[in-house]
């Protein structure tokens, strides 16, 4: 079974650029995932999908990220304009369907952007 | 406001011993708990899960403990290889309005030394 893919795997940018990143899921995984991991400190959700719809956005810093899921699959995060602070790995997960007691999530590799 | 502490934050011991990883949480209204595994420039993988209901999880030489009156969970590891280096997060899922999400601990990074 393919696990979560995610490109780039790296990315370096300057302040105020915008920068986009896309995940492919496990196939047939409803529910995906977007996580900021800032060095040093554990993930932290940014945006939960429920097949294409917004289950949970609430800390996603909306002023400056956005993301979407078309078609209920592959999904991309956006940042405009990128500022020194937004520098972290950012993860993908899925799962086959929304967090459950005894559903985990699956991970892809992330991507380390780099905001100079 | 749900907070996971792990301590220590990092750890390096000799290979072949026997080691525990802590974690604390601040609300005991979990649906589970769940240890993962990070490796540098790599994802997360899930080690362990604990229901809310449960106490305890085996898998190989590692295992995992809740205490959910308390907020504590331990995970064990047995045996200590140099192939365990890593870093082991804590993660609690709960609920977040109408939807559910993990909250992470900021991990312990182990080293074990050959």
């Known amino acids: 079974e393919a696990g979560v893919a995610q490109s780039p795997r790296y990315k370096i940018i300057e302040k105020r650029q915008s920068v986009a990143f896309w995940c492919n899921p496990i196939s047939g995984h409803a529910t995906l995932y977007w996580y900021q991991q800032i060095l040093g400190q554990g993930p932290k959700l940014l945006i939960q999908f429920q097949n294409n719809g917004v289950v949970d956005d609430s800390q996603l810093p909306k002023d400056r990220f956005s993301a979407e899921r078309l078609k209920g699959v592959d999904s991309t995060l956006k940042i405009q304009p990128a500022k020194l602070e937004d520098s972290a790995v950012y993860l993908c997960?899925?799962?086959?369907?929304?967090?459950?007691?005894?559903?985990?999530?699956?991970f892809g590799p992330g991507t380390r952007l780099l905001v100079l | 406001k749900q907070e996971v502490t792990q301590i220590p934050a990092a750890l390096s011991v000799p290979e072949g011993e026997n080691l525990v990883l802590n974690c604390s949480f601040t609300d005991s209204a979990i649906y589970n708990l769940q240890w993962f595994r990070q490796d540098p420039g790599k994802g997360l993988t899930s080690l362990l899960l604990i229901q809310s209901s449960q106490r305890e999880q085996t898998s190989g030489r590692l295992n995992a403990s809740l205490d959910k009156s308390s907020g504590r969970s331990t995970l064990y590891i047995a045996a200590s290889q140099p192939g365990d280096s890593a870093t082991y997060l804590c993660a609690v899922l709960i609920s977040s309005g109408s939807a559910r999400q993990l909250t992470f601990g900021s991990g312990t990074q182990l080293t074990v030394l050959p």
């Open positions: 997960a899925s799962s086959l369907r929304l967090a459950g007691p005894k559903e985990t999530q699956y």
